[in-house]
């Protein structure tokens, strides 16, 4: 007679807290065609929230030619080397994508926010997937001459109503004066299903036409971006993703020598904060301006005095972002070899070196008047599985269009094939 014995059932909060989050997202992708209750489980918001608890640090950094507008290509970096003033990130080439063709507007919950050929695109690095939105037509707006017209785009999520939306603002200007002649605000809500842009409720009487700068920031289901009214006003913007509420914020009147590229809009403690870099290199002062209240336009203000060790570190560098630490991201104006970013720890003062490896030597010996674009950002829970059929499964009608067009021409090419032929007999 034999004696079996039957292995107890592992828990399953074991599984998932001990097990499945430690696994790559890929390697997950492949389990949820094992059944339907584990498609289930990874697909649950409890999941993808105990998922990205898991740190997986990795840097991107995109590279652009600005003269062309077609050379491009988004670096994947893993950390190497950790000492106590110096890091080292290598790029991965296995993971270099080529589809990336514009500049990196958000991070936001581990998906990568940015503008490829004039369309927004939302790309999960952790994955692979990416989709392209619709673009925002705007033929109503008429250009005078002199005039130029913007299209930005901004990307925010609400974790209350579990919401992703999209923003886009399309201004019309006069290149020389920089006064602002008009602009409109439309949103699209990022669902399963169809999804098109739609104009903005109403917005207060006091809002103002405006031109916003690159970039935007998330928070607490408001989404916040920095706007100029005219050469030498600006405003911050917030549009609460609920209630489509915007609202503009008046900035404190600066140095009238600062111009709209010394200020940088990031998120600091949790907060929409502006900063001012005009003093950076000259005197290593960095101005914080924090925004204490919308209604009110109630700001805050406090200086950061690096130490003299830190000057020469900063003397050709801006700020670009910030980590999910706190630490802020500053990048040199110009790209040489051997390069390398900053980090700089607001509360500590202290400021670490991140040299950059394996960047494709192409880069560094392009032709003669060629300007390299770089744009970093560091995803500390990149790994994101929220919802990873939410990219794939977005039915665009103008996707669709797309589609039945393109189909159209093929038949309408082989009908003309087809035509030649027959003559020729």
Same mark, same amino acid.
């Given at each position: 007679m034999s004696l079996c014995t039957v292995t107890p059932e592992l828990p399953m909060h074991l599984v998932t807290d001990e097990i499945l989050t430690r696994l790559p997202s890929k390697s997950l992708m492949g389990f949820m065609c094992v059944s339907k209750p584990w498609l289930s489980l990874i697909r649950s918001r409890y999941f993808c929230n105990r998922f990205l608890t898991v740190p997986s640090p990795r840097l991107y950094m995109c590279l652009r030619d600005q003269t062309t507008y077609d050379d491009y290509v988004l670096l994947t970096l893993a950390p190497q080397d950790t000492g106590p003033a110096t890091s080292t990130f290598v790029v991965d080439h296995s993971q270099n994508d080529t589809q990336m063709g514009g500049y990196i507007l958000q991070n936001l919950g581990g998906f990568m926010f940015y503008v490829y050929w004039k369309k927004?695109?939302?790309?999960?690095?952790?994955?692979?997937?990416?989709?392209t939105l619709p673009f925002s037509k705007s033929?109503?707006?008429?250009?005078?001459?002199?005039?130029?017209?913007?299209? %930005?785009?901004?990307?925010?999520? =609400?974790?209350? &109503?579990? #919401?992703?939306?999209?923003? +886009? $603002? /399309?201004?019309?200007?006069?290149?020389?004066?920089?006064?602002?002649?008009?602009?409109?605000?439309?949103?699209?809500?990022?669902?399963?299903?169809?999804?098109?842009?739609?104009?903005?409720?109403?917005?207060?009487?006091?809002?103002?036409?405006?031109?916003?700068?690159?970039?935007?920031?998330?928070?607490?289901?408001?989404?916040?971006?920095?706007?100029?009214?005219?050469?030498?006003?600006?405003?911050?913007?917030?549009?609460?993703?609920?209630?489509?509420?915007?609202?503009?914020?008046h900035v404190p009147k600066l140095d009238e020598s600062i111009l709209k590229d010394d200020l940088t809009l990031l998120e600091c403690g949790g907060k929409a904060t502006l900063f001012d870099?005009?003093?950076?290199?000259?005197?290593?002062?960095? %101005?914080?301006?924090?925004?204490? =209240?919308?209604? &009110?336009? #109630?700001?805050?203000?406090? +200086? $950061? /005095?690096?130490?003299?060790?830190q000057l020469p570190l900063v003397n050709s560098f801006k700020v670009q972002g910030t980590t999910q630490n706190g630490n802020v991201l500053l990048i040199p104006e110009d790209f040489i070899s051997p390069f390398h970013i900053l980090s700089y720890d607001l509360r500590s003062n202290d400021m670490r070196k991140i040299e950059i490896e394996g960047i494709p030597d192409r880069w560094f010996n392009m032709d003669e008047g060629a300007e390299v674009r770089v744009d970093v950002m560091f995803m500390d829970q990149s790994e994101s599985l929220i919802y990873s059929d939410f990219l794939s499964s977005l039915d665009w009608e103008e996707e669709r269009k797309i589609a039945r067009s393109k189909k159209r021409a093929t038949k309408s090419k082989k009908i003309k094939k087809n035509k030649k032929e027959s003559e020729k007999k």
């Open positions: 927004p695109r939302i790309h999960n690095p952790a994955t692979g997937q990416f989709i033929k109503h707006m008429v250009v005078p001459p002199g005039g130029e017209k913007n299209v %930005a785009y901004f990307f925010g999520y =609400d974790p209350i &109503s579990n #919401k992703y939306k999209v923003i +886009s $603002l /399309v201004s019309v200007f006069l290149e020389e004066t920089r006064v602002v002649i008009s602009s409109e605000n439309r949103v699209l809500v990022l669902k399963h299903g169809r999804g098109s842009w739609r104009k903005a409720a109403l917005t207060p009487t006091d809002f103002c036409p405006h031109v916003p700068s690159k970039g935007g920031i998330s928070i607490d289901g408001v989404i916040y971006y920095l706007a100029w009214l005219d050469l030498y006003r600006l405003v911050v913007v917030s549009f609460d993703i609920r209630s489509e509420e915007f609202n503009m914020i870099q005009i003093n950076l290199r000259d005197k290593g002062v960095l %101005a914080l301006w924090t925004v204490e =209240d919308v209604g &009110s336009e #109630k700001w805050s203000c406090k +200086s $950061l /005095v690096l130490k003299p060790s």
